[in-house]
């Protein structure tokens, strides 16, 4: 049988997706790689791999600094991919889109940017019981510099965000609310347009924490209508130390910049600095040029797949996984939402979950086993940490069939 196994909808082009990723090729410990740890960081395609070494062969130089000829292709396609990420998010304009290294830098960037210049004794930032430790340091971080306080709205057992309970805690001191779009250690869905319509109404903005969503599921912050959105390339088949900030112009444009150096600034003198207009404001130094490009090629590749192809053969795996996880003996689901992404996090009896990852690397599974910069949800299910399958838009049922049979194997001899 193909790796296209007969359940996948024969639409799907499995089979040549898999083999765009060369490092799906290789053995580990004498078995095939089974890749489950796409949450974490995905593999790469090798359009995103010739794209990097293509860029740095023939158009690579310095940025917005030249007026040679490879300093003026290279700006073009560092440009051009702002222009991709523009259209992948669907943002009114290139302007709003900030390259970062990734997510966490987005938020910081927010928290100290927007969060110094806006919040004082007293104020409030409302996040949720399922945030990823970058949606909840950085406030903290900006908390104890201005004297506001972070609030909290919990979830419920089956890690599903009360939404009546965030709506009360949305009050006459919140400044901002900053929500995880889809949860990294349960998979959770929110119902993030409402989130943004609740708080709209009491004129508070919103950022979004797209980690975990943008590489399963289209992205429309116009439709979405949150003020802030962030991601990181190297979750959506693209290199590591790039991401994006979206957020719209007229907050950049209010917002003081966070980084001095070169780029970010019009004017220099020993007196005074005038800055550059956004997004250079807030790109200080020589960016990832090259992983910017990467990441437009990585874009490029998804759109070529189709979101509707990938939402519909991610939700075949995880319902699949998840009707399987059930013939596992004392295996217990960490995050049964009703509404969820491509993520089974779960503990099993008598085996502690990081001698379950290292037990499954033996059998060539990658998966993720810890707390997943979620301390906040661990402590909440009481476990120390979970086992956690992700996958992504080249896994297959086999490879499900495969950590199922494992877990058992596991089990049986451990458990
Ligand atoms: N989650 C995981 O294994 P960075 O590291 O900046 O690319 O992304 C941070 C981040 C922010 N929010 C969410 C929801 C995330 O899942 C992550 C990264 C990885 O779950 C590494 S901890």
Known sequence: MTAAAAHTPS???????????????????????????????????????????DFYRHDFAN??????????????????????VRRFLNARRAEEIVFVRGTTEAINLVAQSWGRANLKEGDEILITAMEHHSNIVPWQLVCRQTGARLRVAPIDTHGELILEELAKRIGPRTRLVSVVHMSNALGTLNPVKEIVALAHARGIPVLLDGAQAVPHLPVDVQALDCDFYA???????????????????????????????????????????TYNDPPFKFEAGTPAIAEAVGLAAAIDYLEGIGWEAIAAHEHDLLEYATARAGEVPGLRLIGTAREKGAILSFTVDRVHPHDLGTFLDHYGIAVRAGHHCTMPVMDFFQVPATVRASFGIYNTRQEVDLLIDALKEIIEVFG
Request: aromatic fraction near 8%.
């Open 231 to 273: 991601f990181s390339g190297h979750k959506l088949y693209g290199p590591t130390g790039i991401g994006a900030l979206y957020a719209r112009h007229e907050l950049l444009e209010a917002m003081p910049p966070w980084q001095g150096g070169g780029e970010m600034i019009r004017t220099v003198t020993f007196e005074e600095t």
């Open 63 to 84: 940025i917005h600094r030249s007026v040679h000829t490879l300093g003026e292709r290279a700006t073009a396609r560092y440009e051009a991919a702002r222009e991709t």
């Open 11 to 53: 639409a799907y082009p499995l089979d040549r997706i898999r083999a765009d990723f060369p490092a799906l090729a290789q053995q580990v410990r004498g078995k095939p790689l089974v890749y489950l740890d796409n949450a974490a960081s995905t593999q790469k395609p090798r359009q995103v791999i010739d794209t990097l070494a």
